[in-house]
T-cell receptor
């Protein structure tokens, strides 16, 4: 069955540095991958979507890469700020049910001033 | 209006109670979702409505009963819940339930079952 892994449960970095979060998947080839941000007690907020034929996508200080050979996506936040502290979830479409998502467990990012 | 609203924000209920959660969106989205999220876990899909028809039920116990009265409104009726059903219940919507759709989530209802 399809499996999503976000390797780090938590990541602590210093303000101004680049945060890099990893999402790995196995047992299928998704047509796209999404990243969401979730703050405590709130619903996830969509950040970026990257398709299988795109290598990289950017939005302001965010960058996502998608390597279908390695079955991996990297999510980067450059010039990180304490306000970026949150849990970041990757999500992939459910096999045979495009548009319906399976979420990874998330990585909790803490940016220290 | 670009948000999904959910009421109530918090709900405490006994195992014999009947209650309902409500979700509303006015973005013209035609797919709406219910998710359940336990602490430190990712959201888990429960139900999907597409064009007001139930298209996916992820083997959810019958004590959870979804309803989609119209394209803007989604309800989740609760009856005879168990303490392990305590969780954050999230509603989401997307333009259609096909590829490449981002999902817009509401703030959630924090449910506690005593």
């Amino acid at each position: 069955s399809q499996k999503i892994e976000q390797n780090s449960e938590a990541l602590n970095i210093q303000e101004g540095k680049t945060a890099t979060l990893t999402c790995n998947y196995t047992n299928y080839s998704p047509a796209y991958l999404q990243w969401y941000r979730q703050d405590p007690g709130r619903g996830p907020v969509f950040l970026l979507l990257i398709r299988e034929n795109e290598k990289e996508k950017r939005k302001e200080r965010l960058k996502v890469t998608f390597d279908t050979t390695l079955k991996q996506s990297l999510f980067h936040i450059t010039a990180s700020q304490p306000a970026d502290s949150a849990t970041y979830l990757c999500a992939l479409p459910r096999t045979g049910s495009q548009g319906n998502l399976i979420f990874g467990k998330g990585t909790k990012l803490s940016v220290k001033p | 209006d670009t948000e999904v609203t959910q009421t109530p924000k918090h709900l405490v209920m006994g195992m014999t109670n009947k209650k309902s959660l409500k979700c509303e969106q006015h973005m013209g989205h035609r797919a709406m979702y219910w998710y359940k999220q336990k602490a430190k876990k990712p959201p888990e899909l429960m139900f999907v409505y597409s064009y007001e028809k139930l298209s996916i039920n992820e083997s959810v116990p019958s004590r959870f009963s979804p309803e989609c009265p119209n394209s803007s409104l989604l309800n989740l009726h609760l009856h005879a819940l168990q303490p392990e059903d305590s969780a954050l219940y999230l509603c989401a919507s997307s333009p259609r339930d096909i590829s490449y759709n981002e999902q817009f989530f509401g703030p959630g209802t924090r449910l506690t079952v005593l």
